[in-house]
């Protein structure tokens, strides 16, 4: 198990722990992980249906606070009731793609995101995708991939770092959303702060698989 393996796994022990009485306390056992991440793609699908019929934006805000929340349960929930599954994930990862993509298009239609920013964002993520598609073409990549397949859904786990920059995205895009519903700049900072420590984070990922590239 290499390093960022450790930091992950040790990293979701402590959440997992920190949510056990929480969790125990308000989630019925008839209620499954995958009902929680169901739950966030309903209440993002709320939130569009209620743009598409009125702009206002506080409601859906709040909404999609409530979403976010979501997030936080359903993998922990999973792994301390035993109830992890490859569906689940990659029903997560759907679940986050379009609870993101929609924070992003409302903080987008707002106009309050500098063109600086977007660039950053996005000029790194683009790398990823460029250097993901490189190793995948390599034969040691194909063969690690062959044998972690029977893992399940480990191979849908988002590690530490990745999982820390999603959490950036969405911190930094909820924090301007609520700028703009309370008319206080300070969140407006503080948004585009968080914004720019998940550009720091994407970087690092880029950087370590255009390494792991050069290694290979």
Known sequence: MNLPERITNAEERIRDRALKPMLDLLIPDWVYPNHITGLRIVLVSIAIIYYLIS???VFQFWILCAAALTDFI???LARLRGQCSRKGAKLDLAADWYLGSWLGVQVLLTGMLPLTIIALMVIPQ????????????????????VSTMPL??????ARTMERLQFITVLLGFIFILYSKVTSRAVWYRIGIGTLYCEIFIVCMLLFQKIARVVKQ
Not at 152 to 157: K, L
């Open 74 to 76: 359903d993998g922990p």
């Open 152 to 157: 399940g859904a480990a191979i849908f786990r």
């Open 55 to 57: 702009t206002s934006l």
């Open 126 to 145: 683009v790398g990823i995708l460029i250097t993901n598609r490189i190793l995948a073409s390599r034969p040691n990549h194909q063969q690690e991939q």
